[in-house]
């Protein structure tokens, strides 16, 4: 096997790594805030239709910023439900996994080709061209967001307000902070993260819109935010060991002499088994904040 | 959440809850439709004719309550218990097959419709089992690890499909169910058969479960108040186990009475058209039905005949069946707000008789008791 035969399964994975460290950067925003968002699902596979959309309307960027525009829309009402409306956080985000759901493929039956839309050559994002092979820029994106988020979090007053209203919204409310408006920004923020995702899922990497493009991804990100323990610079090396099993299923699939020993569906089934395995090693050190999925209530 | 014990009064409160959700799910669903184009006045009238219009709109709609009954029960057993069990969709994709593999053998009818639905049960319940023990042991969050075994479920159900139950004449599907397998038709010329009577059965068997037995209240003890539950001596590895296994015997009875029931297949086809889907559907029918096994006999039925009517409404109006499942996603949405109807609360003002007037008293945390 010649090195640059390794050198492309490392982008591969690289491209691979970047919805789910981008979904589970923001998720691990929201989750320190206190809300768990399992309608990351949804958000990734809607927003990879109106960025796809966005697209081909006007440019990949647009279609990025549309898809993060509709992650934060979402978060928004997801937000909105789980502060000031007092909802249950699971049932909001099975909910939105429903919706996002029935309309992708309504909207594709609308498009007119049922159940497919590819993304018109011209409106994707244009790879950056090294020597060494070429990569989306959104790798360096999803690289220098965690680091971002890291900051934010642990060196900002922001950040430490964000982990106090996850951790003790009581305390966090006497000394003046405004819990439900903190919570629904930060869910929200953290949604249109996963909405990049989506986005450059059709947009930047795969280039087609199917029912089924965020192929579990978001709850794949979810258990990297457990893998994490809501440090985003975990979930960047817990996104790259997932984006290294998804690509593999991919790169195994073009090889049929593997295939005649292991059929392509165990080799699929590999970033699924693998996130099993890795969440129930870690999932005795992962620290929770004491007041995730409650919603917050003055006495 | 909403586990708690309810008088007269509280279930009209559901029930109001339920049915502003539902108006909101379908005025959303109109919106939409709106902004596509389409005119959501003939699509309703299409969707609710097509749903319960006639014996046979109606015998379809039973149909495809059937699996969607016992895959809400999967979840409602959870709900009951504290937990969030969404894996009923690859534990029904485990039981549909279970149910085809015994149709490779030669049996006698009633041995043979006997012994595929104990194997479709065994299956879902064995599919279910690493989720319980998961979280006994390592405090594995169900939702996480119910949703892998879902994806993986469902490339174990394709290479099944593809290489094991394989029809040898017609390669895109399995084997069918053989003649004596098969459930018998209730209502000739339609989908409905015997199978809606194995889900009012199983409904009812976990109604006396949860509120007529020890267990049950144990089950609902540990959902209501998880550290008190404890303290009572309550051990919560049993009531997890307890929980998850029962789910997977419903979830892969569903599986089983859809592919032995359904004509004119049954058989499973490559990549599962027919039941994909049903479990997560299941999810919103036990949310629809207030996680009671009565209140989801009645949501299965209307959800079933929104599916049936669909097709309808698809066919007369063109707007695409899968509208219904964004009515449905909004409606859940919905429900997860425990106060809905004080967020409606001019419906309240104005009198109108949707909303009755209900004394109510409230705990600390302000919630509906």
């Known amino acids: 096997m010649n090195p640059g035969y390794l050198w492309g399964i490392f982008?591969?994975?690289?491209?691979?790594?970047?919805?789910?460290?981008?979904?589970?950067?923001?998720?691990?925003?929201?989750?320190?805030?206190?809300?768990?968002n399992i309608g990351l699902e949804g958000i990734i596979l809607l927003s990879a239709m109106t960025g796809a959309l966005g697209a081909e309307a006007g440019g990949p960027i647009a279609g990025l910023i549309v898809g993060m525009g509709t992650g934060f829309a979402i978060g928004l009402?997801?937000?909105?439900?789980?502060?000031?409306?007092?909802?249950?956080?699971?049932?909001?985000?099975?909910?939105?996994?429903?919706?996002?759901?029935?309309?992708?493929?309504?909207?594709?039956?609308?498009?007119?080709?049922?159940?497919?839309?590819a993304v018109a050559e011209e409106s994707m994002l244009v790879n950056i061209s090294t020597p060494v092979g070429d990569f989306s820029p959104m790798i360096l994106v999803a690289i220098v967001?965690?680091?971002?988020?890291?900051?934010?979090?642990?060196?900002?007053?922001?950040?430490?307000?964000?982990?106090?209203?996850?951790?003790?919204?009581?305390?966090?409310?006497?000394?003046?902070?405004?819990?439900?408006?903190?919570?629904?920004?930060?869910?929200?923020?953290?949604?249109?993260?996963?909405?990049?995702?989506?986005a450059y899922i059709s947009v930047g990497w795969l280039g087609s819109v199917t029912k089924e493009i965020s192929a579990g991804r978001g709850f794949i990100a979810l258990a990297t935010v457990v893998f994490s323990g809501l440090n985003p610079l975990l979930a960047l090396l817990g996104g790259f060991i997932f984006g290294f099993f998804d690509n593999l299923a991919v790169w195994i699939s073009t090889m049929p002499a593997v295939q005649q020993v292991i059929p392509w569906q165990f080799v699929s089934m590999a970033p699924y088994v693998v996130t099993l395995l890795v969440v129930a090693g870690v999932i005795g050190r992962a620290r929770f904040p004491a007041a995730m999925g409650i919603p917050y209530e003055r006495e | 959440m909403q586990d708690r014990e309810m008088g007269f009064a509280g279930r009209i409160e559901e029930l109001n809850k339920t049915?502003?959700?539902?108006?909101?799910?379908?005025?959303?669903?109109?919106?939409?439709?709106?902004?596509?184009?389409?005119?959501?006045?003939?699509?309703?009238?299409?969707?609710?004719?097509?749903?319960?219009?006639?014996?046979?709109?109606?015998?379809?709609?039973?149909?495809?309550?059937?699996?969607?009954?016992?895959?809400?029960?999967?979840?409602?057993?959870?709900?009951?218990?504290?937990?969030?069990?969404?894996?009923?969709?690859?534990?029904?994709?485990?039981?549909?097959?279970?149910?085809?593999?015994v149709s490779l053998f030669h049996l006698p009818s009633g041995i043979g419709i006997a012994l595929s639905i104990i194997f479709a049960i065994l299956a879902g319940a064995i599919?279910?089992?690493?989720?319980?023990?998961?979280?006994?042991?390592?405090?594995?969050?169900?939702?996480?690890?119910?949703?892998?075994?879902?994806?993986?479920?469902?490339?174990?159900?394709?290479?099944?499909?593809a290489k094991i139950l394989v029809d040898p004449l017609r390669a895109e599907k399995t084997i069918s169910v053989a003649e004596w397998g098969r459930l018998?038709?209730?209502?000739?010329?339609?989908?409905?058969?015997?199978?809606?009577?194995?889900?009012?059965?199983?409904?009812?068997?976990?109604?006396l479960l949860l509120w007529r037995t020890t267990i049950g209240f144990d089950i609902r003890a540990m959902g209501y108040n998880p550290l008190a539950a404890t303290y009572a001596g309550i051990e919560k590895w049993k009531i997890i186990l307890f929980v998850f296994i029962t789910g997977g015997f419903t979830a892969g009875l569903a599986g089983a009475v859809h592919v032995m029931g359904r004509p004119p297949t049954y058989a499973v086809y490559g990549g599962m058209p027919s039941i994909k889907g049903?479990?997560?559907?299941?999810?919103?029918?036990?949310?629809?039905?207030?996680?009671?096994?009565?209140?989801?006999?009645?949501?299965?039925?209307?959800?079933?005949?929104?599916?049936?009517?669909?097709?309808?409404?698809?066919?007369?109006?063109?707007?695409?069946?899968?509208?219904?499942?964004?009515?449905?996603?909004?409606?859940?949405?919905?429900?997860?707000?425990?106060?809905?109807?004080?967020?409606?609360?001019?419906?309240?003002?104005?009198r109108i008789p949707l909303t009755f007037r209900i004394k109510r008293s409230q705990n600390k945390e302000g919630r509906q008791l």
């Open chain 1, 145 to 198: 967001l965690p680091v971002l988020t890291y900051v934010l979090l642990f060196r900002t007053k922001l950040g430490l307000k964000i982990r106090a209203v996850g951790e003790n919204p009581q305390a966090a409310d006497v000394s003046g902070i405004n819990i439900h408006l903190l919570r629904l920004f930060s869910t929200a923020a953290g949604a249109s993260l996963a909405g990049l995702a989506g």
């Open chain 1, 11 to 36: 982008l591969g994975s690289l491209h691979a790594m970047v919805p789910i460290t981008l979904a589970s950067t923001g998720e691990v925003v929201g989750e320190s805030a206190g809300l768990f």
């Open chain 2, 184 to 207: 018998p038709l209730l209502v000739p010329g339609t989908s409905l058969s015997c199978g809606i009577f194995v889900s009012l059965f199983a409904a009812i068997i976990i109604y």
């Open chain 1, 77 to 117: 009402v997801f937000g909105a439900i789980c502060t000031y409306f007092k909802g249950v956080q699971l049932i909001a985000g099975v909910g939105i996994n429903l919706f996002a759901a029935g309309l992708v493929t309504f909207w594709l039956i609308h498009l007119g080709v049922p159940g497919h839309h």
């Open chain 2, 19 to 101: 049915v502003i959700a539902g108006v909101v799910g379908f005025a959303v669903g109109a919106l939409i439709m709106i902004l596509y184009g389409y005119d959501p006045i003939s699509a309703y009238t299409a969707l609710f004719s097509g749903a319960f219009g006639d014996l046979y709109s109606f015998s379809e709609s039973l149909a495809n309550a059937t699996p969607l009954i016992l895959t809400a029960l999967t979840f409602a057993i959870g709900f009951r218990g504290g937990m969030f069990n969404i894996g009923a969709e690859g534990q029904l994709y485990l039981g549909a097959l279970a149910a085809v593999t």
């Open chain 2, 127 to 161: 599919w279910s089992l690493p989720v319980a023990i998961l979280k006994a042991a390592r405090g594995v969050h169900e939702v996480i690890s119910t949703i892998m075994l879902n994806w993986i479920a469902q490339f174990l159900a394709f290479y099944l499909i």
């Open chain 2, 278 to 350: 049903l479990g997560f559907e299941g999810l919103a029918v036990a949310m629809i039905g207030r996680n009671h096994p009565i209140g989801i006999i009645f949501a299965a039925i209307f959800f079933g005949g929104l599916l049936a009517g669909g097709r309808m409404m698809q066919l007369f109006s063109q707007v695409p069946l899968e509208m219904v499942r964004v009515v449905e996603g909004t409606v859940v949405l919905f429900l997860a707000i425990p106060e809905l109807i004080r967020f409606f609360s001019f419906l309240r003002k104005v």
